[in-house]
């Protein structure tokens, strides 16, 4: 089996590439996405460590974390919808009625 | 002992401006209109009964204290209840002879101010306000209270706010948030003063009225009693270097509410937008309350810290005093010259402070005092220009006395008096300061040039007080000129009640200029009873006298 | 000296009402200020009781008389000092000298008498009655001042209150206190016509010049005070005392008399403080009579005369004469310039005002000659040196005494003349009497009723007002026999008896040589322009006799005046200041009268012989002379002058019609305009104001906008950009902000690295 | 304090100990059935036969009441605010509940439940005043009254409140950073939609989204810290990372792990540089949503903070002050001035708030800086202990004050934005004529902000100075009257962090005011004379707002003391 250490290794690497993309991505689904992508990080770094310390309630974790990014997933388009309902748009830069 | 007798000095004038305020808050312009009258008359019956109060207090009546020999960090009519006990806050108030005068001077002004400003627009507000001001005035004067004493020292803010955002001036706007921002920075920062202090208390042997949770007091007469004693064994209490920063943090908060130079560009401003009514109480009282907290606090406690920045303060004072009179003669608005020479004043009290000397601690206490009803008569004075000629600006008209010999023989007097013409008020008080100032200056060997700022300032506060009534009251030939501002209609003299606060005022410049023993001697007892209490203990042979 | 060794105490039921001596005129002074204010206009207040005139009048005479018991008292208890009665305890406080306790100070009020304050509170309070009565007959005759002369009278009371009190305060400290009282009423009666520009400026001049000067009496009194530790003369004048200072710090003691003195210039109007007084005559001619000639600036000397003590004490020997010497010429200096200035003023007002100038300075030179002596002769022991003292301090006093009461009496004469031709021409030009429709044109015409050019061959006209005018100004010029005579020689002498020692005060000396001369000059000027010759214009030729208020003190005076012979044989020329050469206490009158006389004309030592003729030929031949013969003449036709004052008339006819010459060039000359414009020191002094005063404080009222509460405001406005910076970084784009975020989160991350 | 029980989850004791949490579910339920009951029928399949089963289909008429579901909402939050009382009033007991494995997953103390205090509280005031809130027409919505009247919709809304009292109570009570971070991410959902629930107008989608997108990395970040915490320690038991934290703290692993938790934390308690959507938050969402996110979010992020700070990474590293002390220190710094100068210049009101309320989130930060140095010296720190626990104390009473000030003031907006807009300053004007009343209140709210004296926010303010102070000067008052000499040098730089907390009160002072100037001197907008919007539920709630602040201020003793034995429970770790 592989050496966690690999896993935590990768998950470190989509998690720097998640936070990346998160700012210097326009389009807010590929935010969304990035955001994603940092959970996941998460996820497997959880998973790695239950491995690496034989304790399942690593697996948990990771399973409430799923439903955790799913349900912010859900909120996110939804909110994303109306957004573009009224700005005709979901492009964070053009989305700034609201500022200083 | 009726010691009783002081609650109500707080209590009653707050609470009842409150119960007035909430009352008239939710009636309408017509039931205002028909409330005024009524208000302001209940307004002048418990102010005349606060006066009552400390008239009797001063004439033995309740409680007979004898203001005379109180010894230092004593005080009368005291009272203590737990307030927030885990912080060991109480409600402690107390009356010495440093505080009584300023007591009595507050109850006096506060029926003279109503009676000044009778016909003040939308009394059924203002009245209630003019008497929260005074509760507010009063409650940091008894305060015995560190927490409590700071309370009402910024509660004072308040009232005055409002009193200038409401029935001031033009610019009142800009002038009220000055006023406030700027004297409450210098709060906090003195209140971060006092927090220190009070956590440099010694929590291993904790004082009386600690705090459950803090294990220290808030309680003045404690703090001070322990200070003396630190102080009296020889060594710094709190340590050199601290007792000079937390004298130099409390100094800061008193010298801006004096105000000294450079201070002061709060008050010009506050003063010449504040109605008459605020601006008499403001300068009659409000500026008193730095002297005061002078004398109460950093005095009391860092005697040291005091000695150490004399020369720090004779500097501040002298330059207020000089800096304020040049500064009157460039003047061209009546209130502002005022306001001005109120910062000229205020220096007095700070040379007095600066020397070191009963005499001229006493002086200053007096300053305070004969200030306090002076520069009132002063600022009514301005507030009849207001009223009646719509304008302040000094050489907008002439020979007024013509038609207005009431008014011109107020500011006459007021301007004598405050120039420092001897059997008023005011001539006693600088009289002792430069005898003080001299004998220190003598004793110490300081240069005598210190003197030359005095001097010249006698010259010129006779100097722009003259030339602002020669060009607003006199001259104008047969015809007089009344001011452009009234455009044309006649000329009025001042309403019956404004002659009466104006004959009141007066009355006791003259009385405390023939007879200042009547408020002198308690100040005199008490400047000795601290100087031989706290000074001598303290710094024995320092080089502060001889 | 003398008077102060302590006394026996005289204590008589009429001394503890001294008090009242100035309590009353205070009670007047509220007392009409309000009747005045309730009944003004009323017919009953305004005419029987003349606006107050009538209140004032008794409570002037109740203090004359009670001022006179005291003065009895005094004369007969004869003692050197008397404390009337004990102090009122009135300021109390404490200092502390460098002991283990601080030790109680006082400044008290009580009442003190002592040979000075007799001689001064007699001239006051006499003269404040006789001007007072005249007052009644000049102001409520003058319809300008309808309802408003209360106000004159309640000012004149308490000035009188004033000046009374400050004769007899017992200490430096409510000598004071009573002087700044007078200075305020002076500066209330100059400005009694408030509604004229040039009288409200003067007033302003008046008192500002004057509190120029009082600030340094009120340092030099702190300076006293530090040296004393009391400013109550029982104290400051105690021998020991004195001793003691003089053996620690005699310099600075100098000091502190110096700048009281400074104090004294401002009151008296000496150079170069003397500005105010000309412009002073702004007020009613009564309030120069009173204040500006006979009472008030009399302070300034009083004052000077009070510091006798420390230059005649012995353990001060020889420590003081610089001082003396600078009073001496301060009063030389003054004395020549005013009397010049005097020589081409038209108004008749300024001509007297200018003539008070330089007699003051002569008193100046006078004590301070007196100081000089004492301060240098050995008088405690060598009699004759005590002698010489004596004498020159009592000649000083003597001409003071002198000047106040011919000054009085000329000022009440130039009132009465100006308040005639003013009649007259009112009469003439505008054919209303005064009623309705007076006050408005009443200032309309450039017509000047105070300049002798409308006035001329006055004598016939008011006999008695010429006939005081007459004495007055031969007592001021000094004419022999008369009045200021026997003081004004007294003071020349002691001038040069010091110049023989010092020669430093030849100065002084010349100069009061040289103003005799001047005097003698510009005096019969005035009276030849007003009363002798050909009336000068139609007005002139109407001018009628005055009335009885104004009659009766200049009756009196005048012959106060005539008999001052006879004060002088009382021994006033010498008793002011001792008690050995007391008020008739060795000689009777007439011994003390011939005495006078062989003294002053036939001295025993040759010097003063020729100096005394020297002075009398200047005063009273070359001056007068002059005088004569440029503006003598007779009177028109059918005018008939009273008998005593034809000769003077005929002689100046002679004179004129011998010596007349064209003074034309002199006159143009730019000496002459100089002194026209007062020598321009006024203009200096407005110049300094204006530019050097008024520019700084202007300069530093912008300074305290700009500067300081520009520091303000700058924090005010630069946080408010501060703000806007700070907003902008909140874009609006979620990018940025989740930049922001990873930023954070980089930061943290970079300070765990550092930490771990 | 009375001794910990344990119970197990579902067993016997449980409903008692979680009583006020259960009433939530409760209300949940109710507000999810009630107001769809109607008269619902289905048919039998295959017959003609409808059995009505009392939901959807036309509603009743009592159901269709679209203030029903406030009133659900505001009764349960509000019994559960009360239920927290009682239970403080009757000296609560500790309640520790564990999963059958042992582990450690509820802890009820005085600690937690102060926190429900403010978080019920605050929640139950926002649906009692937002009852007559959404009734009129939001921040220029488009739709029709009638949809706005939709009570379905109504029913979102209070059950996103509900929820999100929930998810909060858990944050409060867990004793696992995971159980923690599932409350807290419930809790942020429900205010992300919250914030976000006037989808007819602009700003508030757009303002909704910022508060989404910003949280969720951040959340995110904090999740990935959760992850290396657990790689380290191999349980996230809070119990157990802080004995691990003992033994092995600075290693690099859970230090950064702290780190990036913090960063979740620091969003939602609005540190710099994490604030930035507040502020867009704030003035998107309608106020009392805002009042929400201002103080009992923030205080869940506080509460987040202190458990992740003071328990897991508790200051006891070798030079007896915390590792994160510098980096808290600076945080709390750069906030506070942050807030205040960029609310100086900020026009909105609801704008200014949000900045404000970063400012007083520096603040709190600068009080937990404080505790972080307990110990710092040894020598004069004395009996630091208690110093701690006076800071902790100081930041419980801020948090439970700033719902009555902090709230109340948005309250107050919130009736000016029903009646056409908050978000201009001058929408203000006159308020002192239209209403006086209201605008003694916003003044009272206003200079209680500021820490004038008598108010609330000066006791709050006053304590943390007090507590940063007393930690600052530990005991050299004892040390100086033993004759030890001390110089300003000598005391803990927090000291510093007091005075820059003073000058930055006396800067706050001066929007506070410009807000009270423009509402007793302008003049009220053109259009906007008349009277304000009825509604007598959002002004009782103010009162009760005027009435704490001014109560607490002037007789802050018993609530003191409260807190005080909240934060004596916090210390049982200590």
């Known amino acids: 089996m592989i050496d966690p250490a690999l896993v935590s290794g990768l998950s470190a690497l989509m998690f720097v590439i998640g936070l990346g993309g998160a700012f210097t991505r326009k389009n807010a689904i590929i935010v969304l996405m990035c955001i994603e992508l940092m959970l996941n990080a998460a996820n497997m770094q959880f998973a790695a460590a239950a491995v690496h310390h034989g304790d399942t309630t690593g697996w948990v974790y990771t399973l409430f974390a799923i439903a955790i990014a799913a349900s912010e997933v859900a909120i996110g388009l939804a909110i994303f919808l109306a957004v573009y309902g009224q700005h005709e748009t979901i492009s964070l830069d053009d989305v700034d009625v609201l500022k200083n | 002992m009726q010691d009783w007798i002081s609650m109500p000095l707080v209590g009653f004038p707050l609470v009842a401006s409150i119960v007035l305020l909430v009352f008239v808050s939710n009636a309408d312009e017509s039931m205002r209109k028909r409330l005024s009258d009524p208000i302001r008359m209940a307004c002048l019956v418990f102010s005349l009964v606060l006066l009552g109060i400390t008239t009797g207090m001063f004439y033995q009546y309740f409680g007979n204290v004898s203001w005379e020999g109180i010894s230092f960090n004593t005080y009368e009519f005291t009272h203590r209840y737990n307030w927030i006990e885990s912080l060991g806050i109480h409600w402690t108030v107390g009356l010495d002879a440093l505080s009584f005068p300023m007591v009595w001077l507050t109850t006096f002004l506060l029926p003279v101010t109503i009676i000044a400003t009778w016909n003040e627009k939308n009394g059924a507000v203002y009245f209630p306000i003019v008497l929260a001001m005074g509760g507010a005035l009063i409650g940091v004067f008894v305060a015995l209270d560190l927490f409590m004493f700071y309370v009402f020292w910024e509660l004072t803010l308040i009232p005055m706010f409002f009193l200038i955002l409401k029935w001031g001036g033009k610019d009142r706007k800009y002038a009220s948030q000055k006023f406030f921002i700027y004297t409450f920075t210098a709060s906090v920062v003195m209140l971060l003063g006092l927090i220190t202090l009070y956590f440099f208390q010694d929590p291993v042997h904790p004082l009386n009225y600690a705090g459950s949770m803090t294990g220290r007091t808030f309680d003045i007469p404690t703090i001070t009693q322990h200070a003396l004693m630190e102080n009296s064994n020889g060594n710094w209490y709190l340590g050199a270097n601290i007792q000079k920063i937390l004298f130099a943090m409390l100094m800061l908060g008193f010298l801006v509410k004096l105000p000294a130079v450079p201070f002061h560009t709060w008050l010009p401003d506050a003063h010449v937008q504040a109605p008459t009514g605020g601006s008499m109480l403001l300068a009659g009282v409000m500026l008193k309350m730095g002297a005061y907290g002078m004398f109460r606090l950093p005095v009391s406690l860092f005697p040291h810290a005091l000695q150490y920045f004399q020369l720090v303060l004779m500097v501040i004072g002298m330059v207020s005093l000089v800096w304020g009179a040049i500064v009157c003669l460039g003047q061209t608005n009546l209130k502002k010259m005022v306001a001005y020479s109120s910062v000229s004043h205020m220096g007095v009290i700070l040379i007095g402070i600066a020397t070191m000397q009963p005499m001229g601690w006493a002086a200053a206490l007096f300053m305070m005092f004969a200030h306090g009803i002076i520069s009132p008569m002063l600022f009514a004075v301005c507030g009849a220009f207001k009223h009646h000629y719509h304008s302040m600006e000094i050489g907008a008209m002439r020979g007024m006395a013509k038609h207005s010999p009431w008014l011109a023989t107020s500011m006459m007097f007021a301007w004598m008096a405050s120039l420092g013409l001897p059997l008023l008020a005011g001539f006693v008080a600088e009289l002792m300061m430069l005898i003080a100032l001299w004998y220190f200056l003598a004793a110490e060997g300081w240069s005598v040039f210190w003197m030359v700022g005095p001097a010249l300032v006698l010259a010129i506060t006779a100097g722009y007080y003259l030339w602002s009534m020669q060009r607003t009251i006199f001259e104008g030939g047969d015809e007089t000129q009344p001011p452009a501002s009234l455009h044309g209609e006649p000329v009025p003299d001042i309403a019956n009640p404004e002659k009466l606060a104006m004959i009141l005022l007066a009355f006791f410049t003259i009385l405390f200029g023939v007879m200042p023993w009547i408020a002198l001697d308690m100040m005199h007892d008490w400047t000795i009873q601290i100087f031989e209490g706290l000074i001598l203990p303290v710094l024995g042979g320092f080089s502060g006298g001889a | ?756 | 304090m009375s001794n910990l029980t344990t119970v197990e989850a579902f067993g016997d004791g449980f409903v008692s100990a979680l009583c006020p949490e259960l009433m939530l579910f409760a209300g949940l339920l109710l507000l999810i059935i009630v107001p769809n009951i109607g008269k619902g029928t289905f048919r039998i399949p295959g017959t003609q036969i409808r059995l009505p089963w009392l939901m959807g289909g036309t509603r009743f008429k009592f159901t269709s009441d679209p203030r029903l579901p406030a009133w659900i909402a505001s009764i349960t939050l509000g019994g559960a605010f009360l239920n927290v009382l009682y239970v403080f009033s009757q000296g609560l007991e500790r309640v520790v509940i564990v999963s059958e494995s042992g582990k450690e997953l509820l802890l009820i103390n005085g600690f937690s439940r102060i926190f429900e205090m403010i978080f019920f509280g605050a929640l139950a005031l926002a649906a009692f005043s937002s009852m007559n809130r959404l009734q009129v027409k939001g921040t220029g919505s488009k739709v029709s009254e009638q949809e706005l009247y939709n009570n379905r919709r109504q029913a979102d809304f209070y059950i996103l409140m509900v929820t999100c009292a929930l998810g909060m109570s858990v944050v409060a009570l867990a004793q696992d950073l995971f159980v923690l971070f599932i409350g807290l991410e419930l809790a942020s959902f429900s205010t992300y939609v919250l914030v976000a629930f006037l989808k007819e107008s602009k700003v508030g989608v757009e303002s909704g989204m910022k508060y989404f997108i910003v949280g969720s990395v951040a959340s995110g970040v904090g999740l990935y810290g959760l992850s290396m915490l657990y790689l380290w320690a191999g349980s996230l038991q809070f119990s157990v990372l802080a004995t691990a934290f003992a033994e092995s703290g600075t290693t690099a692993l859970p230090l950064i792990g702290i780190g990036f938790v913090l960063v979740g934390f620091g969003f939602k308690v609005s540190a710099a540089p994490f604030h930035f959507a507040a502020p867009d938050a704030y003035a998107g969402a309608i106020s009392p949503v805002a009042g929400v996110l201002a103080t009992a979010s923030k205080a869940m992020g506080m509460l987040g903070l202190v458990r992740m700070l003071l328990i897991v990474a508790a200051p006891e590293s070798s030079d007896g002050s915390a590792v994160w002390l510098g980096c808290l220190g600076a945080m709390a710094a750069i906030t506070m001035t942050w807030g205040n100068l960029a609310a100086l210049g900020s026009d909105n009101p609801k704008r200014m708030l949000a900045y404000s309320s970063v400012a007083h989130a520096g603040y709190m930060l600068a009080a937990l800086t404080a505790v972080g140095a307990w110990n710092w010296d040894a020598t004069v720190s004395g009996d630091a202990g208690a110093a701690a626990v006076a800071v902790m104390t100081a930041l419980l009473f801020h948090l439970v004050v700033l719902v009555a000030f902090k709230l109340g003031a948005f309250l107050v907006l919130s009736i000016l934005e029903s009646e056409g807009g908050a978000s201009r300053l001058s929408s203000l004007g006159g308020l002192a004529k239209r209403e006086p009343l209201l605008a003694v209140a916003m003044f009272i709210f206003m200079i209680s902000l500021a820490g004038v004296p008598p108010m609330a926010g000066f006791l709050s303010k006053l304590l943390v100075i007090m507590g940063i102070v007393r930690i600052a000067v530990g005991d050299m008052g004892a040390e100086i009257a033993d004759g030890g000499v001390y110089v300003l040098a000598d005391m803990h730089w927090v000291w510093w962090l007091a005075l820059l907390m003073v000058i930055n009160s006396a800067i706050s002072v001066f929007y506070y005011l410009r807000v009270v100037v423009v509402m007793f001197f302008d003049e009220p907008e053109e259009g906007r004379e008349g009277p304000l919007p009825s509604g007598w539920q959002v002004r009782l709630a103010i009162l009760a707002c005027v009435v704490t602040t001014l109560f607490v201020g002037i007789a802050g003793d018993a609530l003191i003391r409260l807190c005080e034995m909240a934060a004596q429970s916090l210390n049982y770790s200590w």
């Not at chain 3, 460098?98 to 008290?108: C, D, I, N, R």
């Not at chain 3, 309808?146 to 209150?161: G, I, K, P, S, T």
């Not at chain 3, 004469?321 to 301060?330: E, H, R, T």
């Open chain 3, 1 to 756: 000296m003398a008077s102060t060794e302590s006394a026996p105490l005289v204590h008589s039921e009429w001394m503890q009402f001294a008090p009242l001596i100035i309590l009353l005129p205070m009670i007047a002074f509220a007392v009409i200020l309000f009747l005045g204010r309730v009944f003004n206009g009323h017919p009953f207040w305004k005419k029987n009781l003349k606006e107050g005139g009538l209140i004032a009048l008794p409570v002037m005479g109740a203090s004359l008389i009670l001022s006179l018991l005291l003065i009895s008292e005094f004369l007969k208890g004869n003692s050197g000092v008397d404390q009337v009665f004990e102090q009122i305890a009135w300021i109390n406080t404490g200092i502390w000298n460098g002991g283990s306790t601080t030790e109680p100070v006082s400044f008290g009020f009580g009442i003190y008498v002592d040979h000075v304050t007799v001689m001064l509170l007699f001239v006051a309070s006499f003269l404040c009655l006789l001007i007072n009565m005249f007052s009644i007959g000049y102001m409520n005759t003058d319809p300008i001042n309808d309802n408003r002369n209360h106000r004159f009278y309640a000012e004149f009371v308490l000035f009188c209150a004033g000046m009374l009190g400050m004769v007899l305060a017992d200490s430096f400290l409510w000598l004071f206190i009573f002087w700044e009282i007078m200075g305020l009423c002076s500066y209330l009666l100059i400005g009694f016509y408030y509604e004229r520009p040039s009288a409200a400026s003067a007033a302003k001049k008046a008192f500002l010049t004057t509190r120029i000067g009082d600030v340094f009496l009120m340092i030099g009194l702190v300076m006293l005070w530090d040296l004393f530790g009391s400013l109550d003369y029982a104290v400051v004048f105690a021998t020991e005392n004195i001793d003691a200072v003089a053996a620690s710090s005699a310099g600075t003691l100098q000091w502190a008399l110096g700048l009281m003195f400074i104090g004294a210039v401002g009151k008296s109007a000496q150079f170069p403080l003397h500005v105010w007084l000309p412009d002073a005559m702004e007020g009613p001619t009564p309030v120069s009579a009173l204040i500006h000639a006979a009472t008030m600036v009399n302070a300034g000397l009083y004052l000077v005369a009070r510091m006798f003590p420390f230059f005649g004490a012995e353990s001060l020997h020889g420590d003081l004469d610089d001082l003396a010497f600078i009073i001496a010429s301060v009063g030389g200096i003054t004395a020549v310039m005013a009397a010049a200035i005097a020589f081409v003023q038209m108004d008749l007002k300024k001509v007297l005002a200018y003539s008070t100038m330089s007699q003051l300075a002569y008193i100046f030179t006078g004590l301070g000659c007196a100081m000089y002596l004492a301060n240098t002769l050995d008088w405690h022991h060598d009699s004759d040196a005590h002698y010489i003292v004596v004498v020159a301090f009592g000649a000083a006093l003597f001409h003071l005494f002198n000047h106040a009461m011919a000054k009085g009496m000329l000022f009440m004469a130039s009132g009465s003349v100006i308040h005639e031709v003013h009649h007259a021409h009112h009469h003439l030009h505008h054919h209303d009497d005064h009623g309705d429709g007076h006050d408005e044109n009443h200032h309309d015409d450039d017509f000047d009723a105070q300049s002798m050019e409308n006035m001329g061959g006055l004598a016939s006209k008011m006999p008695i007002t010429a006939t005081a005018m007459l004495v007055g100004s031969a007592s001021i010029m000094g004419l022999p026999l008369i009045g200021g005579f026997w003081s004004k020689e007294g003071i020349i002498a002691n001038a040069w008896r010091v110049a023989q020692d010092d020669p430093r005060f030849l100065f002084p000396a010349m100069c009061v040589l040289l103003g005799a001369a001047m005097t003698g000059f510009y005096m019969s000027r005035m009276w030849f322009k007003t009363f002798a010759g050909k009336p000068n214009n139609e007005v002139a030729a109407h001018v009628g006799p005055t009335n009885i208020w104004i009659k009766t003190p200049l009756f009196i005076l005048t012959f106060v005046t005539l008999s001052s012979i006879i004060f002088a044989g009382m021994g006033f020329t010498h008793w002011a200041s001792d008690t050995e050469y007391s008020f008739l206490s060795e000689k009777n009158l007439l011994d003390g009268i011939l005495y006078e006389m062989e003294h002053a004309f036939a001295n025993s030592d040759p010097f003063f012989f020729i100096l005394t003729y020297v002075a009398i030929f200047m005063g009273a031949v070359l001056g007068p002379g002059l005088a004569m013969a440029l503006y003598g003449g007779k009177l028109a036709e059918g005018e008939e002058a009273k008998p005593w004052m034809r000769p003077v008339i005929a002689l100046s006819a002679w004179a004129n019609k011998r010596f007349h010459f064209d003074n034309t060039a002199i006159r143009e000359s730019t000496l002459a305009t100089a002194l026209e414009n007062r020598l321009y020191i006024d203009e200096y002094y407005d110049k300094a104001m204006v530019n050097i005063v008024a520019g700084f404080s202007n300069k530093v009222a912008e300074a305290d906008t700009e500067v300081i509460d520009g520091t303000i405001k700058a924090i005010e406005s630069g946080s408010q950009s501060l703000s806007t910076v700070v907003r902008s970084m909140t874009t609006g784009s979620a990018r940025d902000y989740i930049l922001m975020v990873a930023v954070g989160t980089l930061a943290i991350f970079l300070f765990i690295w550092g930490v771990a």
